[in-house]
């Protein structure tokens, strides 16, 4: 079963290209899943019935899981047991009807642009890091890119007289997304005032470097973000936030969903769409704040 695991994260990785961070993901869902089948003494994929299936994800709610993370483990056995069957691994496909769990729609939470700017302003002193820090949010809430394209940034990936950075996102998909002055000044400042020091006289492509002058990460920018969070008094301020923020900003100020869409880097525009839900419910707080007749008496 393990080396059958390992023949499918790899074609989901060569293959597919599928995201270093999505494979972790499945590996994690599939692993747990071949542990419940182990103990129970099932130890072939000829021998996995619907029913085994259907125990397992009862288990899981069992524990308490969210329902979107059943959602997550449902697509990866889904895809783990239809490669099998496309392999000719086996015959048997025990998740051949296997649905979807109904998964609740969750607005995601954003912040006022008078939150984010009061956030942006916290990084402040003529420090290496502070250069980098202020730098990090303005590209961050100024171009909606993730936190892991945050980090996978290379200098050579800002373009200073188009406006645009280049985005590796997810599946290796390159985008163009522009950025505003107020982004691309403070990247300036940072490489001019803070990077070359932090740096610390060896040569690094990365954009982005942590005190050591390596490649800043993931975690390392989620404690920086909660630092600066704290500072401005906002708090579930996580780095996704920025960019549902971006988004909502774009969306209130007039700008269509495609553009947003293409900005974002998402696949399929009905994941956009959830930023509409999310103005109509700002539109729906001003009028009833606003409009006399709106009011309760």
Not at 83 to 103: D, G, H, M, R, Y
Not at 281 to 290: A, G, W
Request: glycine share 6%.
């Amino acid at each position: 079963m393990e080396n059958l695991l390992r023949e499918y994260l790899n074609f989901q990785s060569v293959e597919k290209g599928l995201a270093k961070n999505s494979l972790q993901a499945y590996k994690r869902d599939l692993t747990k899943y071949l542990t419940f089948l182990d103990k129970k003494k099932i130890n072939s994929v000829d021998k996995i019935s619907y029913q085994n299936v259907l125990d397992y994800l009862t288990d899981l709610k069992k524990k308490g899981y969210a329902p979107t993370s059943i959602s997550r483990s449902v697509a990866a056995i889904k895809t783990f047991h239809k490669f099998l069957v496309q392999e000719e691994i086996t015959k048997n496909f025990p998740t051949a009807n296997l649905k979807f769990p109904k998964v609740p729609k969750r607005l995601p939470r954003v912040f006022t642009v008078e939150e984010m700017l009061r956030l942006l302003v916290q990084p402040h002193g003529n420090t290496p890091l502070n250069f980098r820090d202020k730098a990090m949010l303005e590209v961050l809430y100024g171009s909606g890119i993730r936190v892991s394209e945050l980090v996978s940034l290379n200098t050579e990936d800002i373009d200073d007289e188009s406006g645009y950075i280049r985005v590796l996102g997810k599946g290796s998909k390159e985008r163009i997304v522009p950025i505003g002055s107020h982004g691309l000044e403070a990247i300036s400042e940072y490489i001019k005032k803070g990077r070359l020091k932090l740096t610390k006289g060896h040569y690094s492509s990365a954009l982005f470097l942590n005190q050591h002058g390596k490649r800043l990460t993931r975690q390392g920018c989620w404690k920086i973000l909660n630092k600066h969070a704290k500072r401005a008094s906002l708090k579930n301020l996580h780095p996704h936030s920025l960019r549902h923020s971006f988004a909502t900003s774009l969306l209130q100020g007039g700008a269509d969903l495609r553009s947003v869409q293409e900005m974002l880097g998402h696949a399929d525009i009905s994941t956009t769409q959830i930023y509409t839900h999310i103005t109509k419910e700002h539109l729906k707080e001003v009028y009833m704040s606003t409009h006399p007749k709106a009011k309760k008496r």
